[in-house]
Nanobody, 119 residues
């Protein structure tokens, strides 16, 4: 069974840091793009950061210079290092990945992990 499992969320004070992890497991042939999305209450889900299999990255403007996405292809894991956190970063964070399986290629989502930035 293929799944994405996130970890690393929690409560942090403004200016603090958190590191999210998302591990893909199952019979996976290849992972192309891995993404982090977030969704705050009453808002649409938005793409925060993306990374391709060769390490090219892309960030939403409000997190540039503060967040860093990385991946370990050997472990099928993507990370999101979040520094200088602000209250407006509070949201549920979701991992998303495009997975090539024996049955074909499709997107998978993790269950989400809550990040709360508050004093």
């Amino acid at each position: 069974q293929v799944q994405l499992v996130e970890s690393g969320g929690g409560l942090v004070q403004p200016g603090g840091s958190l590191r999210l992890s998302c591990a893909a497991s199952g019979s996976i042939f290849y992972i192309s793009v891995m993404n982090w999305f977030r969704q705050a209450p009453g808002k649409q889900r938005e793409l925060v950061a993306a990374i391709t299999s060769d390490g090219s990255t892309n960030y939403e403007d409000s997190v540039k210079g503060r967040f860093t996405i990385s991946r370990d292809n050997a472990k099928n894991t993507v990370y999101l290092q979040m520094n200088s956190l602000k209250p407006e970063d509070t949201a549920a964070y979701y991992c998303n990945a495009n997975l090539r399986l024996a049955s074909g290629t499709r997107d998978y989502w993790g269950q989400g992990t809550q990040v709360t930035v508050s004093s």
